[in-house]
């Protein structure tokens, strides 16, 4: 009797397991659909489940997973770690923390996951296509294209889809990435996760309007899809469609408020609509919770320039060198960070290096033009630099406008007349321009050319005092006394703003 209670002891324990086994499965693909279709809502109920289940890999590889969505890579990196450390051979958790390093910036650290990976490892379509997709990622797109044409025709057809798209845009075949775009659209209910990436790749080729199109379904069918609402809002903010844009953001907040995609998209709605300031406290939101990504330093350097602040401009910039030592780009950003930070012998060095690897390269070749016209020493070869640039690119403005800067501040009105006419010509709608176009008409003691350049600029930008200040000088040349004390006034008002308040 005693035996037999203990066989049914036993019985019941593995049937126990069994149950709890099924259980724990269920829950886990529950977890990873979640995280496939943007719905981040479960991420409180995967947390209990990895802290339940502390030796369960996998339950820490789609927490690793979720973070990466939220762009929180650090996290998401250690988790993933964690995963390999409870199991050394699972191959998801290798090519997920390729990704990562990736996004992190740490190419070689990609790289090397990815060159351990051996042909023996790849079992089944879905390692074939995670590993196809980092290698694309990585600039593999051979190796990548030939593990996709290994795939079954549905995947090939739905999750390789952004795949397919970013290498075919790479290799120029507009025939066959033309024909994606229906079968991106075609998969929008079923792989909503697939279609946002496509979108991705969309957006990353200048294809916004299609993007938007494709995006709007998606959130139309999964309106819980954070991704998906702030990608839309970003294209939308591409394509100057701010309503929607603030929309889309608002949905996107209630979801996921402490997203730093969402902090970063609110950024770039703001630096639209001209607020440096607040996309600068946004910026440095997000940078907070994840202080390496790439994306989100780049653009902080942007914006603290426009906020004025240009030592923290200069130190992401030096950041985002340490990460991507050979990243043109962000040397060109840290040699314009360093010239508003007045650090000109470290902006020439960095721009003149930008220049030799980047000859044809028109803000380059301005920024460069700048750091010499900041020494007055190097006042001639400033010049002859930005003449390079018109020469370079005839329709490059502000190349010719600070051509007509350096000569107005020598009096040379002449040749600084000629060079603010061609920049009022190629931007016909840039206030400063034009603010200066008709101050050097003043200073020729041409008042009817002046009037009319002069207006349209306090027009765009009524808060300029100096524009104040010119044309009160115009209409007393002209003798129209009242609109003379009624600039004059403004004028006082813009530059003493605390007095007149008081």
Sequence with gaps: MKNKLIRLARIFLLLLCFALSIWSQNNLVRFEKSIEEGNLTI???????????????????????????????????????????LDSNLLSAKLNLASIHYKLGEIEQSRSILNSISDTEIKGDSTRLMLAQNLAKMGDCPRAINLVDKLALKIKN??????????????????DYFSLI??????????????????????????????????????????????????????????????????????????????????????????????????????????????????????????????????????????????????LDFLYLYGAASLQNKNLAVAENSLVKFMENRPNDSRGCVALGLVLAAQPE?????????QKCLAMNPNNSEAAYQLGLSYKANGEIVKATEYLEIAAKLTPDNANVL????????????ETKARPVLEKSVAINPNDSETHFQLSRLYNLVGERELARKHLEIFQKLRNPKKEGM
């Design 182 to 327: 229906p079968l991106a659209f075609s998969i929008v209910k079923t792989n909503p996760e697939i279609a946002v990436n496509f979108a991705e790749i969309l957006t990353q080729g200048g294809m916004k309007k299609n993007a938007v199109e494709l995006l709007r379904l998606v959130v139309t069918s999964h309106p819980k899809n954070v991704e998906a609402l702030l990608l839309l809002a970003k294209s939308e903010i591409y394509l100057k469609d701010l309503a929607k844009a603030k929309l889309h953001l608002a949905q996107a907040e209630k979801l996921s408020p402490n997203s730093t995609e969402l902090f970063f998209v609110k950024s770039l709605l703001e630096s639209e609509q001209g607020e440096s300031q607040k996309a600068f406290d946004l910026l440095e939101k997000s940078l907070a919770i994840n202080p390496n990504d790439v994306q989100i330093l780049g653009q902080f350097v942007i914006i603290a320039m426009r906020a004025n602040y240009p030592s923290k401009a200069v130190r992401a910039a030096e950041k985002l060198l340490q990460i991507q030592p050979d990243n």
């Design 435 to 446: 603010r200066d176009l008709g101050t050097v008409y003043l200073q020729n003691t041409m």
């Design 378 to 386: 190097k006042l001639d070869v400033a010049r002859q630099q930005m």
């Design 43 to 85: 991420e409180k109920d995967l947390f209990q489940y990895v802290i339940a289940n502390p030796k369960d890999a996998n339950g820490f590889l789609l927490l690793s997973k979720l973070r990466l969505k939220q762009n929180r890579l650090n996290e998401a990196k250690s988790l993933s770690q964690k995963a390999l450390s």
């Design 158 to 175: 739905t999750e390789a889809l952004p795949l397919r798209a970013k290498c075919y845009s790479e290799k120029d075949d507009k025939k």
